[in-house]
């Protein structure tokens, strides 16, 4: 059986609550704010041009063929979708 709190207890208890409440929030807004800033310090600017270097070094360097241990590959087969592939990492 729950005892009943006198109402006068049950609101200071309710008001207890409630600041504990605010004040974890708060403190959770305010590690936040300050996490991304040190973050926003240390990263580094961003870059004067605005390119990213993925298109500044694929403007510079012509396509490669794909290699297979130094020798260039042929006759590639497409992958297979009708799951008949032979595996060997196990399972049933």
């Known amino acids: 059986m729950v005892k009943q709190l006198h ?4 609101d200071a208890a309710q008001s207890r609550v409630n600041r504990l409440t605010v004040g974890i929030i708060a403190a959770s807004i305010a590690g936040t704010l300050g996490l991304g800033a040190g973050i926003a310090m240390a990263a580094p600017p961003p870059k ?45």
Not at 7 to 10: E, F, G, I, Q, T
């Open 7 to 10: 109402p006068n207890a049950r």
């Open 48 to 92: 004067q041009n605005n390119k990213t270097d993925y298109g500044q070094k694929s403007k510079t360097k012509p396509a490669t063929t794909p290699t297979k241990n130094g020798q260039p590959q042929t006759n590639d087969k497409p992958e297979s979708s009708s799951g008949d592939e032979q595996t060997t990492s196990g399972g049933s």
